[in-house]
T-cell receptor
Framework: DTAVSQTPKYLVTQMGNDKSIKCEQN?????MYWYKQDSKKFLKIMFS???????INETVPNRFSPKSPDKAHLNLHINSLELGDSAVYFC???????????FGQGTRLTVV | GQQVMQIPQYQHVQEGEDFTTYCNSS?????IQWYKQRPGGHPVFLIQ?????EVKKQKRLTFQFGEAKKNSSLHITATQTTDVGTYFC?????????FGTGTSLTVIP
């Protein structure tokens, strides 16, 4: 059983489109995160949710919005995609805030 | 803003040689975590250090947290091809973790 699962694994889309990436964790963790990893492998936290509350919101464009329907899910919606949004997006979860993080397999987003 | 830098950015070693990556923060950290990311994979948690001067070992891996809690290191003894990947530190300040820039390790058989 995959602990943290993301879909899709690959996403190719045109500029200007709106897309979503889904994330689910079956670990019973209280906190979930979204990270962006660029082509240089820099990992940057975008959002984290704890008990359905947004607790960290880095300075990301407001085209990006996290949505958490319940504790086990944290989806990422991206509006008006731009070329610079191309990256690998990782979902992660942890038992407690800032504890050991379990990462999903990643979603490689390519904007053309 | 908060920065966590790692050096070197890349390291190539012959199998059997030792390897060290260093992590430096511009501010004092509450704790530090280390992750390994295999090529094409996702980051996997290795360890967390909390105390000033703390040293922890996992088989051939030795992790240190500096006395001032601003730096950390990961040392691998006698590297193996399975050690290939990018090693990230992640330092906590307040309620946030900042990932380091990563060190990409290549092990030549």
């Amino acid at each position: 059983d995959t602990a943290v699962s993301q879909t899709p694994k690959y996403l190719v889309t045109q500029m200007g489109n709106d897309k979503s990436i889904k994330c689910e964790q079956n670990l019973g963790h209280d906190t979930m995160y979204w990270y962006k990893q660029d082509s240089k492998k820099f990992l940057k936290i975008m959002f984290s949710y704890n008990n359905k509350e947004l607790i960290i919101n880095e300075t990301v464009p407001n085209r990006f919005s996290p949505k958490s329907p319940d504790k086990a899910h944290l989806n990422l919606h991206i509006n008006s995609l731009e070329l610079g949004d191309s990256a690998v997006y990782f979902c992660a979860s942890s038992q407690v805030r800032n504890g050991e993080a379990f990462f999903g397999q990643g979603t490689r987003l390519t904007v053309v | 803003g908060q920065q966590v830098m790692q050096i070197p950015q890349y390291q190539h070693v012959q199998e059997g040689e030792d390897f060290t990556t260093y992590c430096n923060s511009s501010t004092t950290l509450s704790n530090i975590q280390w992750y390994k990311q295999r090529p094409g994979g996702h980051p996997v948690f290795l360890i967390q250090l909390v105390k000033s001067g703390e040293v922890k070992k996992q088989k051939r891996l030795t992790f240190q947290f500096g006395e001032a809690k601003k730096n950390s290191s990961l040392h691998i003894t006698a590297t193996q091809t399975t050690d290939v990947g990018t090693y990230f530190c992640a330092g906590r300040t307040g309620n946030q973790f900042y990932f380091g820039t990563g060190t990409s390790l290549t092990v030549i058989p």
